[in-house]
């Protein structure tokens, strides 16, 4: 079946502007995370959703950062008045329930000039 | 957060079994240890998973020892393809904490 889909692929951005990240979870996943791997580490938490509601945003850097999850399927990360250090690639995974595996997709690799 | 410990790289030969290597010596008692990989460019792959007993799937074998300090993960033949890094780390609750993993390199 199809996994998590991620668009775009790349993004390549403007310090100070805008930007929409979108995720598209592996069809009946609950729940859903976004991850931000930065050159040469492992992939960091960010924000984990059940359904529609943000469980835990513990891992956003500041408030630039937003996702949502409107209807418990798609889910958008946002960041605001980018900066040159958001650059990084931003990983989606979703799980059948808060406990299961965790299925990644490819990512979406943010450049912010 | 708890920590495991991996060689920063390994090289192995093509169509013999990798050993790879976890010292995970404060892991608690309910967190498990998983295993994914990441080969270039490529969002994270699930390999395979275990609390206390060893573990087979398709792709590979986990061997956890039983005072659960540490784990090995055991591609039984290594294929070119295998080329990549592989991290080791633990799930409590819904958070998997990554940390450098190890650069496997498979040589032919």
């Known amino acids: 079946g199809a996994g998590v889909s991620q668009t775009p692929s790349n993004k390549v951005t403007e310090k100070g502007k805008y930007v929409e990240l979108r995720c598209d979870p592996i069809?009946?996943?609950?729940?859903l995370y976004w991850y931000r791997q930065s050159l040469g580490q492992g992939p960091e938490f960010l924000i984990y959703?059940?359904?529609?509601?943000?469980?835990?945003d513990s891992g956003l850097p500041n408030d630039r950062f937003f996702a949502v999850r409107p209807e418990g399927s798609v889910s958008t990360l946002k960041i605001q008045r980018t900066e040159r250090g958001d650059s990084a690639v931003y990983l989606c995974a979703s799980s059948l329930d808060p406990g299961g595996t965790q299925y990644f997709g490819p990512g979406t690799r943010l450049l912010v000039l | 957060d708890a920590k495991t410990t991996q060689p920063t790289s390994m090289d192995c030969a093509e169509g013999r079994a990798a050993n790879l290597p976890c010292n995970h010596s404060?892991?608690?008692?309910?967190?498990?240890v998983y295993w994914y990989r990441q080969i270039h460019s490529q969002g994270p792959q699930y390999i395979i998973h275990g609390l206390k007993n060893n573990e087979t799937n398709e792709m590979a074998s986990l061997i956890i020892t039983e005072d659960r300090k540490s784990s090995t993960l055991i591609l039984p033949h290594a294929t070119l393809r295998d080329t990549a890094v592989y991290y080791c780390?633990?799930?409590?609750?819904?958070?998997?904490?990554f940390g450098a993993g190890t650069t496997v390199t498979v040589r032919a």
């Open positions: 959703f059940q359904g529609t509601g943000a469980a835990d």
């Open positions: 069809s009946g996943h609950t729940a």
């Open positions: 780390i633990f799930r409590k609750n819904y958070k998997l904490s």
């Open positions: 404060t892991i608690s008692g309910n967190e498990y």
